[in-house]
Nanobody, 123 residues
Framework: QVQLVESGGGLVQAGGSLRLSCAAS????????MGWFRQAPGKEREFVAA????????YYADSMKGRFTISKENGKNTVYLQMNSLKPEDTAVYYC????????????????WGQGTQVTVSS
């Protein structure tokens, strides 16, 4: 089992920045992918970014590339999502997830999910 706890969400004005954290505990695996997804009200959950457990490979949704950066602090089993130039349309609940199956952009391959953290961007 892998336990995931997100933090760092909140309210920010358009153009601002936030950094989300995801602390992983329990039985972690060297072949894990760690991903961030988001879900806005009335919309489907969408892929944001992912990183391999080693940190050597990163993946981004096209709409987030250049504004969001995913990183991993290996010694602490913590994954971060740095979000810059935030827009009102980035408002959503952001979820951290872990995946042992590969295909890091596909939500159904993720076995473990955090509880989510709300990000609200005001205009």
């Amino acid at each position: 089992q892998v336990q995931l706890v997100e933090s760092g969400g909140g309210l920010v004005q358009a153009g601002g920045s936030l950094r989300l954290s995801c602390a992983a505990s329990g039985r972690t695996f060297s072949n894990l992918y760690m991903g961030w997804f988001r879900q806005a009200p009335g919309k489907e959950r969408e892929f944001v970014a992912a990183i391999s457990w080693s940190g050597s490979s990163t993946y981004y949704a096209d709409s987030m590339k250049g504004r969001f950066t995913i990183s991993k602090e290996n010694g602490k089993n913590t994954v971060y999502l740095q979000m810059n130039s935030l827009k009102p349309e980035d408002t959503a609940v952001y979820y951290c997830a872990a995946n042992r199956q590969g295909l890091p952009r596909i939500s159904r391959t993720y076995e473990y999910w955090g509880q989510g953290t709300q990000v609200t961007v005001s205009s």
